[in-house]
T-cell receptor, first 113, second 114 residues
Framework: GDSVTQMEGPVTLSEEAFLTINCTYT??????LFWYVQYPGEGLQLLLK?????DKGSNKGFEATYRKETTSFHLEKGSVQVSDSAVYFC????????????FGKGTMLLVSP | EAGVAQSPRYKIIEKRQSVAFWCNPI?????LYWYQQILGQGPKLLIQ????????DSQLPKDRFSAERLKGVDSTLKIQPAKLEDSAVYLC????????????FGPGTRLTVL
């Protein structure tokens, strides 16, 4: 079945540091890939997505590229802010034709001033 | 545009009691999902509706969980009787249903079973 593996957290960074959160997946077919973010006390929000190989999703300074050859969708940001502190979830959908999301376990990011 | 609404936000019950959660999706969204998120894990799908029909309920513990979506809009998820391991956040999401579409999530209901 489908699965998503994320690096374990927490990831602790100082403000303005470079961020990478690794995500790899196992799926049949051609899934769509997503990063969702959950800020403290809030619900899940879409951060970015990519629907086919080599697509780059971007939003709020975050980027991720759909790499089919390495089955990866790593999240990056050049300069993190304290307000980026949250839990980040990598997810995929559609490999079986359904739109159901399969999530990773989530990676907590803590950014200090 | 109004988001996905859920109620209640928090619920504390004792084991063997019953509980129900309500969800109102974004207007016009044909597909509605219920996910269970246990602390420290990613959300796991319980059931997916397309309009008022069930598309996937393979991971729903049917001996104790039930869900319905009347008239293809609002949905309720019920647990009867609850077990300690049902303590989790129950998330409702909606989308137009295409595999490339964004799913929009509600704030969730945090259930604690004592």
């Amino acid at each position: 079945g489908d699965s998503v593996t994320q690096m374990e957290g927490p990831v602790t960074l100082s403000e303005e540091a470079f961020l990478t959160i690794n995500c790899t997946y196992t799926a049949t077919g051609y899934p769509s890939l997503f990063w969702y973010v959950q800020y403290p006390g809030e619900g899940l929000q879409l951060l970015l997505k990519a629907t086919k190989a080599d697509d780059k999703g971007s939003n709020k300074g975050f980027e991720a590229t759909y790499r089919k050859e390495t089955t990866s969708f790593h999240l990056e940001k050049g300069s993190v802010q304290v307000s980026d502190s949250a839990v980040y979830f990598c997810a995929l959908s559609g490999s079986s034709g359904y739109s159901t999301l399969t999530f990773g376990k989530g990676t907590m990011l803590l950014v200090s001033p | 545009e109004a988001g996905v609404a859920q109620s209640p936000r928090y619920k504390i019950i004792e084991k063997r009691q019953s509980v129900a959660f309500w969800c109102n999706p974004i207007s016009g969204h044909a597909t509605l999902y219920w996910y269970q998120q246990i602390l420290g894990q990613g959300p796991k799908l319980l059931i997916q509706f397309q309009n008022n029909g069930v598309v996937d309920d393979s991971q729903l513990p049917k001996d104790r969980f039930s869900a319905e979506r009347l008239k293809g809009v609002d949905s309720t998820l019920k647990i009867q009787p609850a077990k300690l391991e049902d303590s989790a956040v129950y998330l409702c999401a909606s989308s137009s249903g295409l595999r490339t579409d964004t799913q929009y999530f509600g704030p969730g209901t945090r259930l604690t079973v004592l």
